[in-house]
């Protein structure tokens, strides 16, 4: 199964405000894991970016001078051609919907609808209520690596939900009864010991009228047919 794992960064938290996407990232992944095919734009929101933003991404307003508009085909019809029909897997799927639902509708471009996306943030409270369900903390109980987040960057926090998304589904286990499964197989395989030859052959169940019709028949092949020289052993 084809699936999308997507991030937004952006101005501030307010899309209905005017707060606007400024980093789009995706990675896709195949049957839970990432295939390597990747999306990332860096987008320029035609507005401020905000301190705290600035501080969690590490994004400038000089970063993004020169960037395209979201409604440049680079970003948008590129996103749109990168996901295809896929579903759209998200950490807070609700925030980075409504982001994107506001840059598709400046544009003319129909939305993205609630049955589309997969919230990992949902999927992670129902499966470990009352724990922190951040993307940081349930990088740390999968023992997820941050060693390449000093900031938060959407390609970056893209790739490390596919592999939450992974442990969330429960992927690396099944993986793991698939291979002892096939491990446990081939080990009955190579312990199986084979049949020794009957020493003495076993009487045929055919009649002697088939037998001889049999007989008649091969002989209508030829002469010296492969099957003469089998009935004469």
């Known amino acids: 199964m084809r699936e999308i794992v997507f991030d937004t960064e952006t101005t501030g938290l307010n899309a209905k405000d005017g707060d606007r996407i400024i980093e789009l990232g995706a990675v896709e992944i195949v049957n839970l894991l990432p295939t390597g095919r990747e999306f990332h734009r860096l987008i320029y929101p035609e507005r401020a970016v905000s301190d705290d933003t600035v501080r969690i991404t590490g994004i400038t307003d000089e970063m993004l001078k020169g960037k395209p508009l979201f409604s440049d085909p680079s970003v948008y019809q ?46 992670a409270k129902a499966k470990f209520p009352g724990a922190s369900a ?22 970056v926090d893209s790739q490390l939900l596919a592999s939450v998304y992974l442990e969330l589904r429960g992927g ?60 004469e052993e």
Request: hydrophobic residues 40%; charged residues 35%.
């Open 172 to 231: 690396r286990a099944h993986s793991f009864e698939f291979e002892d499964a096939v491990q446990k197989k081939e080990a009955v395989a190579y312990k199986r010991t084979p049949r020794a030859q009957r020493s003495k052959k076993l009487s045929p169940l055919i009649t002697v009228e088939e037998n001889t019709a049999h007989r008649e028949f091969v002989a209508t092949l030829g002469d010296e047919p492969v099957w003469q020289r089998i009935l």
């Open 134 to 155: 951040t993307l940081d903390a349930l990088c740390k109980r999968f023992d997820i690596s941050l060693a390449k987040r000093d900031v938060h960057t959407a390609v």
């Open 78 to 123: 590129e996103f749109i051609d990168f996901i295809e029909d896929s579903p759209l897997v998200a950490h807070n799927a609700e925030f980075d919907r409504g982001f994107l639902n506001e840059e598709m509708r400046r544009i003319g471009m129909p939305e993205f609808p609630k049955e589309r996306c997969v919230d990992t943030l949902a999927i």
